[in-house]
């Protein structure tokens, strides 16, 4: 599947984000003695992350509408690429 447009800056923002988010400085500012329902906060985060990470990836991965892409003739109506006749002067 090749990416275009928004698709590409969004899986490269996603990546960099995610590569930033558990470089081991940002996890070790996570990393205390605190626990939210018996879990490390350390824990927390870099499944949290990861969840979003995830979610994230799913929602760019999705398809947008359908866009016709073809040449302008086939729009107006002009000689299509399947007209055998196409090509041959």
Known sequence: MIRTGRKKE??????????????????????????????????????????????????GARRGPEKAIGPPEAERGGPSSTDPGRGKQ
Do not use: E, K, N
Not at 23 to 46: C, H, M, T
């Open 10 to 59: 969004w899986s490269v923002l996603l990546f960099v984000a995610c590569l930033v988010a558990f470089l081991p400085p940002v996890i070790a500012l996570f990393d205390s003695s605190i626990r939210v329902f018996g879990i490390p906060l350390s824990y927390l985060f870099v499944f949290g992350v990861w969840a979003f990470a995830i979610a994230m990836t799913a929602l």
